[in-house]
Antibody, heavy 120, light 112 residues
Framework: QVTLRESGPALVKPTQTLTLTCTFSGFSLSTSGMSVSWIRQPPGKALEWLAL???????YYSSSLKTRLTLSTDISKNQVVLTMTNMDPVDTATYYC????????????WGQGTLVTVSS | QSVLTQPPSVSGAPGQRVTISCTGSSSNIGAGYDVHWYQQLPGTAPKLLIYGNSNRPSGVPDRFSGSKSGTSASLAITGLQAEDEADYYC????????????FGGGTKLTVL
């Protein structure tokens, strides 16, 4: 059974760095074809793709946010960590992680999401 | 501004058929990349509804169907039910500098 769960702070201050952890089970990121993506959704707005890390440890970032995003993994703990620097109130959103098949495959499994509010 | 364009809203009465369009460009849908559709019920995470343009995951009713042609894709829902009221998003891969994945702006389906 595949599950994903996001964890991290619910509130961060402007200019701070956000660190979110995606803890997953039911698959291994070292298995060929497995990828994990981060996707966010501001309140009342559309989904926005942020980043993807694949089975070869290759990382891909949204071009509009790539200077602020970093992905890392802890394969032994089945975790993918997203770091976003210089947080701004417009970054207030629910952040989801999801399992992807390859790069082109759909997000078949999603975490429940974690709401991050950026406010002083 | 989303890379894939969807109508903000559609509506239909119970039992009717509705379609939701998703228009892209030559760097995503038109380049031959698959389109996937997600359903998001209020307050919940998105759920995969259609993958690979027209395939339904196990458990998704056959009232939902997808198609793709040229630079566009469509989601059709027949026999509308009250429980279908949700937001629907299309998603594809993009080979331009915008990034790997792109989403549509979402369509709110209202069952009248």
């Amino acid at each position: 059974q595949v599950t994903l769960r996001e964890s991290g702070p619910a509130l961060v201050k402007p200019t701070q760095t956000l660190t979110l952890t995606c803890t997953f089970s039911g698959f291994s990121l070292s298995t060929s074809g497995m990828s994990v993506s981060w996707i966010r959704q501001p309140p009342g707005k559309a989904l926005e793709w942020l980043a993807l890390i694949d089975w070869d440890d290759d990382r891909y970032y949204s071009s509009s946010l790539k200077t602020r995003l970093t992905l890392s993994t802890d394969i032994s703990k089945n975790q993918v960590v997203l770091t976003m620097t210089n947080m701004d109130p417009v970054d207030t959103a629910t952040y989801y992680c999801a399992r992807i098949q390859g790069h082109y495959g759909p997000a078949s499994y999603w975490g429940q999401g974690t709401l991050v509010t950026v406010s002083s | 501004q989303s890379v894939l364009t969807q109508p903000p809203s559609v509506s239909g009465a119970p039992g009717q058929r509705v379609t939701i369009s998703c228009t892209g460009s030559s760097s995503n849908i038109g380049a031959g990349y698959d389109v996937h559709w997600y359903q998001q019920l209020p307050g919940t995470a998105p759920k995969l509804l259609i993958y690979g343009n027209s395939n339904r995951p196990s458990g998704v009713p056959d009232r939902f169907s997808g198609s793709k042609s040229g630079t566009s894709a469509s989601l059709a829902i027949t026999g509308l039910q009250a429980e279908d009221e949700a937001d629907y998003y299309c998603q594809s891969y993009d080979s331009s500098l915008t990034g790997l994945w792109v989403f549509g702006g979402g369509t709110k389906l209202t069952v009248l």
